[in-house]
T-cell receptor, first 116, second 107 residues
Framework: EAQVTQNPRYLITVTGKKLTVTCSQN?????MSWYRQDPGLGLRQIYY???????DKGDVPEGYKVSRKEKRNFPLILESPSPNQTSLYFC???????????????FGPGTRLTVT | KNEVEQSPQNLTAQEGEFITINCSYS?????LHWLQQHPGGGIVSLFM???GKKKHGRLIATINIQEKHSSLHITASHPRDSAVYIC?????????FGTGTRLQVFP
């Protein structure tokens, strides 16, 4: 079954304690992306990657890191989480066409993060 | 002003009603997506379109590139259609999202 998986699904942590949210897709997609969703603000892009070892900042990258060492995995790292990073996080993946992001995005189930 | 605006923000309907959700955008795009987010949080892609009209079951999506406007229609609405519907426009390498329309359909 084609899918994007995220772990953990729920996480409560304290300020400053480094954490990683994993994302994996089994569709051989080139494009992967992380979004956060906050009430009233909708989905906002954190980082994206168009292929292995290629990553770029989205609209709200501050406080986050990513890496793309393998095509299937795109972990999101919070080196020193703060309460303003409390949010619902989604990973997504897509094929890339000749003209760029030409195909539908597949979303993971989401990770609800609370930083106290 | 947001680059992607949806209206209405909230919508309630009786089962069987015809529903329209609108999306206007101010940037150049290569395609537009309609997404559905159920109360459990998962997001599913409904349509991706760059011109004209697409239909899937009771859902119809249209786009007018010249007017920078898209509509999502639901015919014969049902309580299971209750969800947040999100419009997103696509540039070359990223999506820009609207804030969503929360739809509740009552029996």
């Amino acid at each position: 079954e084609a899918q994007v998986t995220q772990n953990p699904r729920y996480l409560i942590t304290v300020t400053g304690k480094k954490l990683t949210v994993t994302c994996s897709q089994n569709m051989n997609h080139e494009y992967m992306s992380w979004y956060r969703q906050d009430p009233g603000l909708g989905l906002r892009q954190i980082y994206y990657s168009m292929n292995v070892e290629v990553t770029d900042k989205g609209d709200v990258p501050e406080g986050y890191k990513v890496s793309r060492k393998e095509k299937r995995n795109f972990p999101l790292i919070l080196e020193s989480p703060s309460p303003n990073q409390t949010s619902l996080y989604f990973c997504a993946s897509s094929r890339m066409g000749i003209a760029g992001l030409s195909y539908e995005q597949y979303f993971g189930p989401g990770t609800r993060l609370t930083v106290t | 002003k947001n680059e992607v605006e949806q209206s209405p923000q909230n919508l309630t309907a009786q089962e069987g009603e015809f529903i329209t959700i609108n999306c206007s955008y101010s940037v150049g795009i290569s395609a537009l997506h309609w997404l559905q987010q159920h109360p459990g949080g998962g997001i599913v892609s409904l349509f991706m379109l760059s011109s004209g009209k697409k239909k899937h079951g009771r859902l119809i999506a249209t786009i007018n590139i010249q007017e920078k406007h898209s509509s999502l229609h639901i015919t014969a609405s049902h309580p299971r259609d209750s969800a947040v519907y999100i419009c997103a426009v696509r540039g070359t390498d990223k999506l820009i999202f609207g804030t969503g329309t929360r739809l509740q359909v009552f029996p």
